[in-house]
């Protein structure tokens, strides 16, 4: 899938990836790849805040929904950024009250500095 990470921090992460190995036969974008490194970057904005935090915990997807508003037909990045603190508060309580907690990230996917497809995906954090 040639993902390059641009940026990772527990405010954001920034995955670009090249369209050539993600081609479909309408020469842009496969559906597939942009779900699953935008579901990554979410993934890894979680990952990095729960070991911010010092919580050991597995991570794995429970739901998510991908939305295409554009082709797109060339080089391509996927942002993840924070959820509202309360939203995470909450996961975190829940978590270190039932070992088990669940959060709702959002990222986009930007072609040409412009938002050309959403993800939406619920991520259940087990703890260790």
Known sequence: MG??????????????????????????????SGAAIATLSAWTLAHIRLRHAGVRAR??????????????DGDFVAVCEQPHPDE???????????SRGRVTLTARLLYAGRPAASFEGDFVALKD
Do not use: C
């Open 59 to 72: 991570l794995v997807i429970q739901r998510n929904a991908m939305s295409y508003d554009e082709p797109i």
């Open 88 to 98: 995470w508060g909450r996961f975190m309580k829940m978590l270190e009250r039932r």
């Open 3 to 32: 993902v390059r990470v641009r940026a990772a921090s527990p405010e954001r992460v920034e995955l670009a990836a090249p369209l050539a190995p993600n081609i479909n036969h309408h020469e842009t974008l496969f559906g597939g």
